[in-house]
C-alpha cells in the first residue's frame, strides 16, 4: 500500500492541526492503519492506532483526550486530529498500515507500509 501522509505545520501550544493518510486506489478498510512519531534523536513511537474491521482505536496514553484518530472508508482515508498541542508533540508524523492482525498495535515493526512523514512543530 502506498501511503500519503499530509496537514502538518507549525502551530502555537494550544493549537490543532489534522493530519491525514491516504492510499490512492486502495480501500483500507481491511488494514490496521497506525500513526507514528519521531523526535529528533528519538526512536519511533507509537501515537494511535484504528483497527481494521472493527474500528475499535487505541491511543498512547500521553495523547488520550486530545488526539483522535477517524477513517473515512469513501475517501480511504485516515485521519489524526491533533488538539491542545504541546511543544514534545513536536516531531515527524508518519502513518502505516498493515493487514488486520491481532499482533501487537504499538510496535513499529509490525507495519509494513509506511507514508513519508509530514513535520508537526508546536512552538511554545
Known amino acids: 500500500v502506498q501511503l500519503q501522509a499530509s496537514g502538518g505545520g507549525l502551530v502555537h501550544t494550544g493549537g490543532s492541526l489534522r493530519l491525514s493518510c491516504s492510499a490512492s486506489g486502495r480501500s483500507l478498510s481491511n488494514y490496521d492503519m497506525g500513526w507514528f512519531r519521531q523526535a529528533p534523536g528519538m526512536e519511533r513511537e507509537f501515537v494511535a492506532v484504528i483497527k481494521g474491521g472493527s474500528s475499535a482505536t487505541r491511543y498512547a496514553d500521553d495523547v488520550k483526550g486530545r488526539f483522535t484518530i477517524s477513517r473515512s472508508y469513501v475517501q480511504s482515508t485516515v485521519s489524526l486530529q491533533m488538539n491542545s498541542l504541546k511543544p514534545e508533540d513536536t516531531a515527524v508524523y508518519y502513518c502505516?498500515?498493515?493487514?488486520?492482525?491481532?499482533?501487537?498495535?504499538?510496535?513499529?515493526?509490525?507495519?509494513?507500509?509506511w507514508g513519508r512523514g509530514t513535520q508537526v512543530t508546536v512552538s511554545s
Open positions: 502505516a498500515a498493515r493487514r488486520r492482525s491481532v499482533v501487537d498495535l504499538t510496535t513499529t515493526s509490525t507495519y509494513n507500509d
